[in-house]
């Protein structure tokens, strides 16, 4: 015969068994965790592209700094974004541009960032600071927030960005942290560069379209050439130089005295620096008298390159005669090393994709050409002859069974259907043969006229974690078939127990018929009786338990009102005196519930108000009210008995956990009425005064 386990035993066996389950699940979070992070990192790599994309297409200030303030808030997940527009000279109108929070607090949250903006620790290569609120003031508006130095555009502009999140709103927010820092500082960068571009064209087409205007309006336009910032060359029809503005000067070290009469080329080009094709373009289009718009790399007096934005426009009078060239050049060296800037960090990201293990590819509608990363040509297996054959090769390694589906997904982008697919599927390698799950997602990029002009996509081996996923499924059956067996011995030691139980009390009700003067016996039997009962509720409450936590839900229509007047008749025993039982409903009496688990919690909560009625007042009452709307259902059950004192209401829903000195229950009944609600999604709230009475309220919410 096979020796039956010890219940220590079987409780270690337990406690074995969650200990390994535990295991699995953190894990399994810690995978969870990592993906979400790389979600984040290239989530924010799109947020990032996207808004330098659209900034691209924008040439108004307002718009610009519009599309600035929404994206800090869109990238930075931050309740408000500021930026602080400021012209030293007054040629562009100062602007305070915001999104999020009330425009009440702006002057204050303004002057708050500027004080901020001096107390910050800025190091070369970053001018922006985190404050937390260790840092800042208790009085202050702000919780935490990113914030910029005064930074200069065009030695005129100056310029503050901040991202705020305030004390009212931070419990909803994440904080600011030294990694939000590094990015900011890398979104500010892009932003200066992007409008000092449109600074540029602002003000360089305004002065184009007045010195385009006539040769007559020349002088009248002398004194706007003098102050401009932008340097002012105004030629004869050879290029001759016959003036240039004090800006002209201040950039290129010459004066007027010494360019007089020669032409820009012969000095401030250099074999060494300036590019030939680039001067080939300048001489050509010269030639032909057009107007030219060129970058250029010149070199100063000092002998110290600079880059050169060049603006050239052709000159004629009214005849028709060519008279002058009038060019407009700027110094764009800075924005220029914003650029360089920019190539670094797209640097960074391409590491961070490496890093990943992140497969990355392009590919041009119009010219078919297609651009793939180094991780997805080894995960191809290609050689150096097989890249340009890359997409047929990827094309042909798609599984059979999923090609059809992968590739019109993908088609949806290429179409304009869909700006982006995210899809799984699996690749043979053509090589090796293995069989690889692929995460991917497919992008398209548009232009001003919302065409397709770019399709990229992100390619990621999450083959380990399927296979994972497929191990902690096996796992998961394999506690499923554990739990069974739970079940079944929860079962089988509950039906040995009751069957001598229910025995032993047809007995005691004999003994009870028989004995009837023996007094002493028969409080011995009643204190047996008494004894057998509560194992016998102790089983039931078990049995319950345990069917709630094994079993899924079971929606059936059932009529509530019936069943709690059958639960009523079914407690009348428990209770020597009469008791006042009522239910009142408000809607209909039927209802979609699971009903083993609803009997189960009406059954304890009405017992418990019979079993604890105030034995010293009369009229003891229990009042079910039943509120049944499209949405809900809420039970109301309200006595006059005991009560709970105060201190006890949060225990009570504890497993084992008896309020009553004069309880006589196992303190298991209100722990599995919470697991039940919990189960069904709903909950229970508990009022209770010792001595006046308890309502208890379960609400659930309806099938949807």
Not at 23 to 35: A, C, G, P, V
Not at 590 to 598: G, S
């Amino acid at each position: 015969m096979k020796e039956e386990l010890s219940y220590d035993d079987l409780y270690a066996k337990y406690a074995d068994l969650q200990l390994r389950v535990t295991r699995f699940s953190s894990t399994e979070q810690e995978l969870i965790n990592t993906q979400d992070l790389l979600d984040q990192e290239i989530l924010l790599y799109k947020k990032l592209s996207k808004f330098n994309t659209d900034a691209l297409k924008t040439n108004s200030i307002d718009e610009f700094l519009k599309k600035v303030v929404e994206s800090i808030i869109d990238i930075f997940e931050t309740e408000i974004g500021i930026i602080h527009y400021t012209s030293k000279s007054g040629i562009f109108e100062d602007k305070l541009v915001t999104e999020g929070g009330r425009k009440s607090d702006y002057k204050k949250l303004l002057s708050e960032l500027y004080d901020l903006s001096v107390r910050g620790d800025f190091v070369q290569g970053n001018n922006i600071h985190t404050f937390n609120a260790e840092k800042i003031s208790e009085n202050s508006l702000i919780d935490s927030c990113l914030v910029s130095s005064k930074i200069e555009i065009n030695e005129d502009v100056q310029i503050l960005f901040s991202a705020v999140i305030s004390k009212s709103k931070s419990p909803i927010y994440n904080g600011l942290s030294d990694r939000h820092r590094t990015i900011f500082s890398v979104f500010t960068q892009q932003v200066i560069a992007l409008l000092s571009n449109i600074l540029i064209l602002k003000e360089n087409n305004e002065q184009m379209i007045l010195i385009e205007q006539s040769e007559i309006e020349l002088k009248k336009l002398s004194f706007i050439a003098t102050k401009t910032k932008s340097g002012v060359i105004i030629s004869d029809n050879h290029g001759r130089i016959e003036w240039v503005n004090d800006a002209f000067q201040t950039t290129t070290g010459y004066s007027l005295e010494e360019v007089k009469g020669r032409n820009p080329k012969d000095f401030l080009q250099s074999d060494k620096y300036t590019n030939r094709d680039t001067l080939q373009q300048l001489s050509d289009s010269l030639r032909r008298k057009e107007n030219v718009d060129v970058t250029i790399l010149n070199v100063a007096k000092n002998g110290k390159p600079y880059y050169n934005h060049l603006e050239i426009a052709p000159i004629f009078d009214d005849n028709g005669n060519h008279t002058n060239f009038i060019a407009i050049q700027k110094d764009i060296t800075a924005e220029e090393t914003y650029k360089n800037e920019l190539l670094k960090i797209n640097s960074r990201f391409e590491l961070i994709t490496v890093s990943s293990e992140i497969g990355i590819w392009e590919w041009n509608p119009e010219t078919g050409e297609s651009i793939y990363n180094n991780i997805l040509i080894d995960m191809l297996q290609l050689s150096n002859e097989e890249i340009n054959r890359g997409y047929e090769i990827f094309k042909e390694s798609i599984h059979p069974l999923d090609k059809e589906r992968v590739m019109s997904e993908s088609d949806l982008v290429v179409n304009g259907e869909k700006e982006i697919v995210n899809h799984e599927y699996r690749l043979i390698l053509p090589k090796t043969k293995e069989i690889r799950y692929i995460q991917a997602m497919v992008v398209s990029e548009r232009d001003q006229l919302d065409k397709v002009v770019r399709i990229m996509g992100s390619v990621k081996d999450v083959t380990q974690s399927w296979l994972f996923e497929e191990k902690l499924i096996e796992k998961n059956a394999e506690l499923q078939k554990i739990n069974g067996e739970l079940d079944q011995f929860v079962y089988s030691v509950s039906h040995d127990l009751r069957s001598p139980l229910l025995s032993i009390k047809g007995l005691l009700s004999l003994l009870d018929i028989s004995l009837k003067n023996e007094v002493l016996v028969k409080q011995y039997l009643g204190l047996i009786g008494t004894s057998v009962n509560r194992l016998d509720e102790t089983i039931i409450e078990i049995l319950d338990y345990s069917k709630n936590s094994r079993t899924d839900l079971v929606f059936d229509e059932l009529d509530l009102y019936a069943l709690i007047s059958e639960i009523d008749e079914d407690l009348l025993h428990v209770s020597e005196i009469e008791i006042d039982f009522k239910i009142d409903f408000e809607g209909p009496h039927t209802i979609l519930l699971d009903k083993f688990r609803i009997s189960t919690v009406l059954k304890n909560f009405i017992s418990n108000a019979i079993k604890y009625r105030n034995k010293n007042i009369p009229n003891p009452f229990v009042h079910v009210h039943v509120i049944n709307t499209n949405e809900s259902v809420e039970i109301i059950i309200t006595d006059n008995g005991e009560g709970i004192a105060q201190e006890n209401h949060e225990k009570v829903f504890d497993m084992f956990y008896r309020a009553s000195s004069s309880s006589f229950g196992t303190g298991i009944g209100l722990y599995i009425c919470k697991e039940i609600s919990t189960k069904m999604g709903g909950n229970i709230k508990l009022s209770s005064e010792l001595g006046i009475g308890t309502t208890i309220r379960l609400f659930l919410p309806k099938l949807k």
